[in-house]
Each structure stands twice: as structure tokens, then as C-alpha cells.
């Protein structure tokens, strides 16, 4: 009798062992897959930010190419205006 206490006893101690380590597993697992979601939200919330980054800077690039080519139009004017004005002082110094 005093065996299958024995026994009993080892067999009650080893399953609270066995229920410990378990449970230490299992909130450890919770606390990695807790980390895992975290570092998943805050990887979504920079990938987001880095999207409407590069769109807003899609937009001042394209912003940028339409003031780009605004300028060159008014400097291209700008240019033939002034050789029509140097043609005519040269017209003008060879008929004086």
C-alpha cells in the first residue's frame, strides 16, 4: 500500500510538473505571437507611411515636371524675344 502511494504520489508530482511547464509554454507562445502582432502593426503603420509618402512625392514630382516645363516654355519666348531684338539693333546699326 505504502508502494502505490509512493507510486501515486511521483505520478501527481510528475503531472503538476508536466501541467507547470506546460502552462510556461503556452503563455510564452502568447507573449511571442503578443511581440509578433505588435511588430506586424507597426511594420503595416511604416509600409502605409512609406506609401503615401511615395504618392505625395509622385505628386510634387509631377507638380514639379509641369513648373519644369512652364519655365522652359516662358524661357524658350524669352530667348526668341531677345534675338528679335538683337536682329532689329543690328537692322537698325546698318541702315545708320
Known sequence: MLELK?????MMEKFETDKYEITTNMLNAKNEVSDLEIKLADTREVLEKSQSMKTQALVDAEDMRKELSKLHDSFIQMKEKQNAEHEKNVEVSVHS
Open 6 to 10: 509512493i507510486a501515486n504520489s511521483e
